[in-house]
Structure formats: structure tokens, C-alpha cells
């Protein structure tokens, strides 16, 4: 049995150490809005943040996460988060929405690193998160506005 927190809850599964945390997320805990894309950590679908940094939960072992902090787009709070939100509807970023879970997991930790990112950080930030519709320039200024939005602190 491993603990895990996961969106602020202390929750403890039976997988095996090495069992994706892709998995235990979406079919242990019924949290499906990380998605599975690739399975090779290559598009992006499946990023959560393991405390505070993007990861690929696809190739992050159950065993890497135990004692950690987990956030996946379920749980994702603050006011970057609020602020991209709000900016990928005014922005109409979402085209079949699929990969969007994890591009707004990616573009959150920028905003919290980086708070008034360039477009050449957000395409750094970015890279690894695959948009099949092609969404990207979207994505690129919805990210400026929200930065815009967050106060720094």
C-alpha cells in the first residue's frame, strides 16, 4: 500500500511500486481529467505537477510520487490558475480539448516560476505538450494575458 497526497487529501492505493501514477489517477482514484496520450512521456496529455514541477505522470512511477505532493488539473488552485482559466475561454484556446488538461499543468508552473514569461520561455515551457488541432499561437497568447492578469508579488 503506498500514501499519497493527491489535491490536498492524503489517500492510500494498492498498486505496485512501479504501476504509472497515470493509472492509479485515473482508474484507482476516478481522476480522469489527466488523460493518457503517447505513453512515452512525449505529448504531454498526462502532466501533473509532483510538487510544484511538471511531470509526465505516464512514466512517473507510483513509487516516485509516494510522500509527495500530487496536483493534477482536478485540483489545480491559485490565481495563475484561475488567471489561465479565464484566458483560455476569452482566448478561445480549446479546439478539441484533449491535450488541454496538461498544456494548462504546464503553462501554471511557468506562470509560478516565471511570472512574466517571453515567448521564448513559454515555448520552452511549452515544448512538450502536443496540441493535435494546433492550437499553439492560441496558447502562446492566452499564457501572455493570464501572466498579465496575476499580480507579482
Sequence with gaps: MTTLNINGQSVTVTAAPDT?????????????????GCGMALCGACTVHLNGAPVRSCTTPLSAA???TVTTIEGLQGPEADALRAAWTEVDVV???????????????????????????????????????????RIRVAIHQAAKAVPVA
Design 20 to 36: 504509472p501514477l497515470l493509472w492509479v489517477l485515473r482508474a484507482d482514484l476516478q481522476l480522469t481529467g489527466t488523460k493518457f
Design 95 to 137: 479546439q478539441c480539448g484533449y491535450c488541454q488538461s496538461g498544456q494548462l499543468m504546464s503553462a501554471c508552473a511557468l506562470l509560478k516560476a516565471t511570472p512574466r514569461p517571453d515567448d521564448a520561455a513559454i515555448d520552452a515551457a511549452m515544448s512538450g505538450n502536443i496540441c493535435r488541432c494546433g492550437t499553439y499561437p
Design 66 to 68: 509516494a510522500g509527495q
